[in-house]
């Protein structure tokens, strides 16, 4: 079986069986997904990491599936039920639904009324009467009459439940009703009566139907809450209205039941109509909603993960000193100060605002602050307040242009969250909750990655719907991407956090406790060979996370590149061949032809990394960092006119569009009809979270806080954004989707991002870290 398994899911992949084996044996060996990705492309054929966790998933779904199998064959054996027809259709079930369809029959259950007709041995009357249709109901029932059975009607309804569970169990049926269903059935939606008011924001669905294959993720996600909000009423459809329905009509002919005026037709056909509308409608209704369910939060997790992922690889600042600034109005502006390592060496906390509006002593105190400090940038928190803080810092660089600072406004969604876990309290144990936040905010635009990795991904707020997803699936979706992200960037062994570790490739959360407490006994890390050295951490832990950790300036140049150290000899060995240093030298190594080093370990894959390493050693995925320029005057909602040209940064993209900050304090919404000239599938095709870009502002609904925007710049005001997909307030509540517009236009290219703010840093010096 396990043939089949790698067979099924190499087809599936496109690649070859070999490859797929190679892969499982890697993986139940203990290897996780970056470290065969990135060092063992010669046994699995250079998979890539995104085919590999679709490997890794579709792994453990048969897996499970294979282990259901054989249950469901041991149950039915021990019944004595299972023929060689039977076994042959349950091991050639394909998923988990078909395979519950077949075991329906044979599944225990509590005693049903068919099960009691079957006592009262009213099984030959139904079979008699399905068989020869020319028996006459009432008649033919008199014959079955017991002290358990009083009437001909007590006679005829036992045998008409015996029938009916028949209809319903039959596997195959069953199956293709489903997919029938699937493809005609629709979705419809009323408001409950009184519920207007309260469940205004499900107003798009107070009178609402689609059919289930043109339903996207966010509105069933959508419905599904309004439901369970007791807002909305659902009604899954089988979209055949006609008498008899096309499924009654299939019923009836998958058992031979026909209509042609014999004595049992009637009471025949009624039990097919009866079998559809109250027992497989309703079984087929619940598969449907777990389809459905099931699709959305796929979509979700999806959404989710890659919005995750595009922050994650953010492009950071760098090793600077910076200002974190945690904004507020009554509780004051909270104040941190890191230095170029991140390790926090001043906090204070300001009123510049109402109540207090001490502006100038403000200023005063974060000039102090930066002067002191040498600080190069200010993180200003998106939060409350945000714009007035940001207003502050301007008037600060203003007034002490001598310090040369730069100001951004960064996402603070997790921050919080991040002061009261209890990592904060063992890593500033000391400070205050509420300066805790500003410490992250300050941080998180140093290194996004090496922040972010401290709150938990569902927390970020980059995800649709989140709380109504699966939670085990949401999370281990979201602790793949960090897993993938913090390995492709690499990590400082000697300045990495213990969760920041706990993500490489290898290391267990006690393994980085480990670690951070052995490099606090006994100084920095001079080589990766030294982690050894660390309790508990084995030949196999070494192995998977040594080419992850690096070491700058240590005692081995190779240590601070991704060459894994057990491809230390091939390097010295290119060396000896090129007769030159090799770490930096392009001229040599673009000289160098990767084949004539490969031998029975090292293939051509790993050889051609090495050499590209090699080149540029340790260099950063990520890309250069850069942000938007709010406009002046422009603080609220209120200050905003349709026509108006915008920069923004895009915080979230959903399977609808992209929302983008414009300095508001109200992300904004691009649909995914205003994101192109051209017809757009996937907004990620176009935009992703992080993005500078230049948008115009189409539509602003003050009352709900709606404002629709349009990177086509040439858009005239006015063009409305489909209410479907319009902000509901609140990430977490966008909902909407709207069908794309067909129509093919003439191309446009995108409008750039914010060029002349990227010169600006390039020229302060702020390139991106490398």
């Known amino acids: ?40 492309k010669e046994a699995t054929g250079a998979l890539d990491d995104a085919q590999l966790r679709t490997l890794e998933e579709r792994l453990g779904y048969l897996r499970e599936l294979e282990e259901r199998r054989a249950a469901v064959l041991d149950s039915i054996r021990s019944q004595g039920k299972l023929d060689d027809a039977l076994e042959a259709s349950i091991l050639a079930a394909d998923s988990k639904a078909r395979l519950e369809d077949l ?3 044979y599944k225990p259950k509590r005693r049903t009324k068919a099960q009691i007709a079957r006592e009262q041995g009213l099984e030959p009357l139904a079979d008699g009467l399905l068989n020869d249709p020319t028996l006459d109901p009432q008649q033919t029932a008199q014959a079955y009459l017991t002290e358990e059975v009083a009437d001909v009607a007590a006679a005829l309804q036992g045998a008409r439940a015996i029938l009916v569970e028949r209809f319903g169990e039959d596997g195959d049926l069953i ?46 996600l959508a419905l599904f809450r309004g439901e369970k909000e007791e807002v909305l009423d659902l ?8 008498e008899p329905t096309g499924y009654e009509v299939r ?43 099931q699709f959305a939060e796929d979509e979700a997790v999806k959404v989710f993960a890659s919005n995750l992922r595009d922050l994650l690889l953010a492009a950071p600042a760098g090793t600077r000193a910076t200002m974190g600034l945690d904004p507020g109005f009554r509780t004051g502006v909270k104040v941190a100060v890191v230095d170029a390592t991140g390790k926090v060496v001043d906090t204070d906390v300001i009123h510049p605002h109402v109540p207090a509006n001490r502006w100038d002593e403000s200023i005063a105190k974060l000039a102090a602050l930066a002067r002191e400090h ?23 660089l203003k007034r002490h242009a001598d310090l040369k600072l730069t100001k951004v406004v960064v996402s603070e969604a997790g921050a919080s969250v991040y002061s009261a876990s209890a990592f904060a309290s063992a890593e500033l144990p000391d400070m205050d909750v509420s300066l805790r936040g500003a410490v992250s905010i300050a941080r998180r635009l140093q290194d996004p990655l090496a922040e972010l990795v401290k709150i938990d991904p569902k927390s970020i707020g980059v995800g649709q719907y989140q709380h109504d997803l699966s939670e085990s699936k949401l999370s281990r979706s979201l602790d793949a991407v960090v897993e993938d992200c913090v390995n492709a960037v690499g990590v400082d062994l000697n300045t990495a956090s213990a969760p920041l570790l706990t993500r490489v490739s290898g290391i267990t959360a006690g393994l980085a406790e480990n670690i951070v407490q052995h490099r606090d006994q006994n100084g920095p890390f001079r080589s990766r060979t030294a982690l050894k050295n660390v309790p508990r951490l084995g030949p196999k832990a070494f192995e998977q996370c040594a080419g992850f950790l690096r070491i700058p300036n240590g005692e081995d140049p190779l240590d601070g590149s991704a060459v894994h150290p057990e491809a230390y000899p091939v390097v010295r060995r290119i060396q000896q061949h090129a007769k030159a240093e090799l770490i930096g030298n ?22 051609t990394d090495i050499l590209r390493e090699l080149e540029k050693p340790g260099r950063d995925p990520r890309p250069a960092f850069k942000t938007a320029t709010f406009a002046d005057g422009v603080e609220k909602i209120v200050d905003l006119k349709p026509g108006m040209v915008l920069e923004g940064v895009v915080t979230n993209v959903a399977a609808f569009g992209a929302f983008v900050d414009i300095g508001v304090h109200q992300d904004g919404l691009v649909h995914i009809s205003a994101l192109s000239d051209t017809y757009v599938k996937d907004p990620r095709d176009v935009v992703k979270s992080g993005d500078v870009v230049r948008v115009k502002v189409l539509e602003v609904d003050i009352p709900r806080k709606r404002i629709g925007l349009t990177l086509r710049l040439q858009d005239e005001p006015g063009r409305k954004t489909p209410q479907k997909d319009q902000q509901r307030g609140g990430r977490d509540q966008q909902r909407g989707g709207g069908r794309p517009r067909q129509q093919q236009q003439q191309r446009q290219e995108r409008p750039p991002a914010n060029g002349a703010m990227a010169e600006a840093l390039r020229r302060a010096g702020l390139g991106g870290a490398k």
């Open 1 to 40: 079986m396990t043939t089949a398994i790698h067979q099924r899911i190499a087809d599936e992949l496109g690649v070859r069986d070999g490859q797929v084996s190679a892969a499982v044996e890697l993986l139940d060996g203990g290897s996780t997904v970056p470290f065969i990705a990135r060092y063992r």
């Open 103 to 105: 075991y329906l029959p």
């Open 175 to 220: 199956g293709e009703l489903r997919e029938r269903m699937w493809a005609q059935g629709r979705v419809a939606s009323k408001v409950r009566e009184g519920k207007e008011e309260d469940g205004a924001k499900f107003s798009d669905y107070f009178d609402f139907s689609e059919p289930f294959t043109k339903l996207p993720s966010h509105r069933i």
């Open 235 to 242: 009604q899954l459809e089988a979209g055949d209205d006609d």
């Open 251 to 293: 019923i009836a002919s998958r058992f031979g039941v026909d209509d042609r005026g014999r004595p049992a037709d009637r009471w025949l056909t009624d039990t097919v109509r009866w079998a559809w509308r109250t027992r497989i409608l309703v079984h087929l209704g619940i598969d449907l909603r777990t389809r459905l369910r």
């Open 374 to 396: 040498d600080v190069e940038l200010i993180a200003i928190g998106n939060g409350t307040a945000s714009r007035e803080t940001d207003k502050l810092a301007g008037d600060l």
């Open 586 to 607: 392009t001229t040599v190594l673009k000289s160098l032809r990767p084949q004539d080093f490969v031998d029975d370990k090292f293939g051509l894959p790993t050889i």
